[in-house]
């Protein structure tokens, strides 16, 4: 029986993806783990590498691009998995054995519904693992970086494709608020995303990312204040 679902969605981005899968593979070995891909339109011969190399990963393919939020909508429609784990195709488990810890938290914390792990960001290898942060629940969770409880996701609607590019985490929280299920921040969890983060603020992207960073809010605004 399928425990967990490792959930992807890739785009042109080949050659972090693979890194990835190499660095979790040992996870995807397990036969109480499934690994589902979605490659949104790439154009880098994404999905014939990973339908060769990869075998045991369920791959599909959007032939032209259909953004992040929708593709991540797909997979989480397509497994049968109790727990689901999304993480980004640059990003990968520090900590070992998270699944476990993972599962644990949710047995031992029935009123939460989604846990956000602890995030890295670098190009470099990161030092120490040590931290003193302890679980808390908090407002909202890392789009890349969590694990959902599937019963939490199936009961609140989908996340709104239309935003195109950020705010469907908060989305997805509001909506559990309203169900009274919470969002955990769980450190034990540890994820290495390798990016720069100074380094963005040059992409040829990093406008258009603070734009609709901008209108997410507005969106979310607008659907979830109270008018009387």
Not at 96 to 107: G, K
Not at 152 to 177: C, M, R, T
Request: hydrophobic share 40%; with cysteine; net charge neutral.
């Amino acid at each position: 029986m399928v425990q967990f679902s490792i959930l992807i969605t890739t785009k042109n981005r080949l050659q972090d993806l693979i890194f990835t899968l190499d660095k979790i593979n040992y996870l995807l070995e397990r036969q109480d783990v499934e690994c589902i891909i979605c490659d949104d339109g790439s154009t880098d011969g994404t999905f014939d590498y990973i339908k060769e190399h990869f075998p045991k990963i369920a791959i599909f393919r959007n032939e032209a691009s259909k953004g992040l939020i929708f593709s991540r909508n797909v997979l989480l429609e397509k497994t049968t998995a109790k727990y689901a784990i999304s993480i980004d195709d640059d990003l990968h488990f520090i900590t070992e054995n998270p699944l476990e810890i993972i599962e644990s938290y949710f047995e031992n914390n029935s009123s939460c519904g989604l846990v956000s792990f602890r995030i890295f960001w670098s190009k470099s290898n990161l030092e120490s693992t040590f931290t003193s942060e302890k679980p808390m629940r908090v407002k909202s969770f890392a789009g890349g970086a969590h694990a959902w409880k599937m019963s939490a996701w199936k009961s609140i609607p989908n996340y709104p494709d239309w935003f195109v590019f950020y705010g469907e985490e908060d989305f997805a929280a509001y909506q559990l608020f309203k169900k009274n299920i919470e969002v955990h921040y769980l450190p034990a969890i540890l994820v290495h995303h390798r990016v720069d983060v100074q380094a963005r603020k040059s992409n040829h992207d990093y406008r258009l990312r603070q734009r609709r960073s901008f209108r997410s809010g507005w969106y979310l605004y607008f659907l979830f204040f109270h008018f009387r």
